[in-house]
């Protein structure tokens, strides 16, 4: 017997004493199949989300242009409103002093389309929620007017706006300005009610 056939005598001998079972051979194969499966399906969903991921990302970066526009949009046509609204005012005006230049002017013709124009502005503020703050007789309120002087007034509560000197106005509750007031003063105290009995 050679060397040769010692070494193969001794391999096959090995191979008789682990014999390979073939259902051991089954179960192997079964478990790879399964995880060949769960690992297609698992890069079918990590595709599916990434996939989902660049569309959300496209999508967010579509909302954010379209807000940017909107949000460059509405500043650039915030006044338009009001625009439209200034404008028949403007031309209000514009024909009356047409009318003016005109030598046969009449001041009372004038005078009504001044007035006429002057209701026209303010129907337009009231349109735009602006308010005219004018507030005599009112307490003076510190957030609404601005006091320009004091003035005594008999028979008058102190702290009472007795003359408007400009009107104010208000968008909604923002001041946009303050009215400009006189407000009373109380009288000075009565002579000798300060002055100390002697005991």
């Known amino acids: 017997m050679t060397r040769d056939d010692n070494i193969t005598n001794s391999d096959t001998s090995v191979l008789d004493e682990n014999p390979?079972?073939?259902q051991d051979t089954d179960q192997l194969l079964a478990r790879i199949t399964e995880?060949?499966?769960?690992?297609?399906q698992a890069q079918t969903k990590a595709q599916e989300n990434w996939?989902?991921?660049?569309?959300?990302?496209?999508?967010?970066?579509?909302?954010k242009r379209r807000s940017e526009k909107d949000i460059s949009q509405a500043h650039k046509y915030a006044i338009e409103k009001f625009t439209g609204e200034?404008?028949?005012?403007?031309?209000?005006?514009?024909?009356?002093?047409?009318?003016?230049?005109?030598?046969?002017?009449?001041?009372?013709?004038?005078?009504e389309g001044n007035e006429l124009t002057l209701k026209m502005f303010g129907?337009?503020?009231?349109?735009?929620?602006?308010?005219?703050?004018?507030?005599?007789?009112?307490?003076?309120?510190?957030a609404l007017h601005q006091a320009m002087g004091m003035q005594e007034k008999e028979g008058?509560?102190?702290?009472?706006?007795?003359t408007v000197v400009q009107k104010g106005y208000q968008l909604h509750d923002r001041v946009i300005r303050p009215a400009m007031v006189i407000i009373a003063k109380a009288p000075p105290a009565a002579s000798g009610s300060n002055i100390d009995t002697m005991a």
Do not use: C
């Open 35 to 40: 995880l060949e499966t769960a690992l297609a």
């Open 156 to 162: 008058v509560e102190p702290n009472t706006v007795l």
């Open 123 to 142: 129907t337009m503020l009231e349109k735009l929620n602006i308010v005219p703050i004018n507030p005599v007789g009112a307490k003076f309120n510190p």
């Open 86 to 111: 200034l404008v028949p005012v403007i031309d209000s005006m514009e024909l009356g002093l047409a009318a003016l230049s005109d030598g046969s002017a009449d001041l009372n013709k004038f005078r």
């Open 20 to 22: 390979v079972n073939n």
């Open 51 to 63: 996939d989902l991921a660049l569309r959300t990302k496209a999508e967010a970066e579509n909302i």
